[in-house]
């Protein structure tokens, strides 16, 4: 069995809902929920990083994009990743640009320490507010160049669709979209309201 290291609202998330696209049974391992739990991810990821997963087999994978990848070469007939390789290529660039661009930004926004070797109060809201900003432009280039291959309610969700459904919920993104890129904000809504992916995301982001 799968079992997937993680805590609420984090990045998990997207990982948790490509589990439930692959239609296969998994184990979530809160790591906020135990001391236990979260020596058990130190000893599997001494980065303590989280997603992490851990295959059947024991092998163990980390980095959100490389698991979204995994899954969807091994359960193929979830279409996690389009099945035609040109789609496919677009899709892994799409996943790479929202790891390198966006996820890299929440990591700074959310730990300025960790890339300030004087934690200065100016220039930490000044890191802060321009590392926001490049996020919030991030997202503005990623919709217009990866909207048209989305998620449009006729079909599966695919791998790109719940990691950007997941990652552009923290740092005021959605609101930003919301008033920048209207379009997009209601493509990320419909995968939202997926009935296979809302009840993740219900467990993630309570209302």
């Not at 020596?39 to 994009?65: D, H, M, Y």
């Amino acid at each position: 069995m799968y079992q997937l290291y993680g805590h609420k609202n984090s990045g998990a998330a997207a990982i948790e809902a490509a589990l439930e696209l692959c239609e296969i049974p998994y184990r979530f391992i809160d790591v906020e929920a135990s001391t236990e739990a979260a020596q058990a991810l130190e000893k599997l990821n001494p980065l303590k990083q989280i997603p992490t997963l851990q295959l059947p087999s024991g092998a163990i994978l980390t980095e959100s994009v490389a698991i979204l990848i995994h899954l969807g070469l091994t359960f193929p007939a979830s279409e996690l990743l389009p099945r035609d390789p040109a789609k496919r290529d677009q899709a892994i660039r799409g996943m790479t640009y929202i790891a390198t661009n966006c996820y890299a930004a929440i990591g700074i926004i959310d730990y300025p320490e960790r890339w300030l070797a004087v934690a200065d109060e100016p220039f930490r809201h000044n890191l802060l507010a321009g590392t926001r900003a490049r996020l919030h432009w991030s997202w503005d280039v990623f919709a217009d160049q990866f909207s048209a291959d989305l998620y449009l309610g006729g079909e599966q969700p695919k791998a790109l669709d719940v990691l950007a459904a997941v990652i552009s919920r923290w740092a005021g993104s959605r609101e930003h979209i919301r008033s920048a890129r209207p379009g997009f904000f209601a493509w990320l809504e419909r995968i939202d309201r997926h009935p296979t992916l809302a009840p993740v995301f219900a467990r993630h982001w309570p209302s």
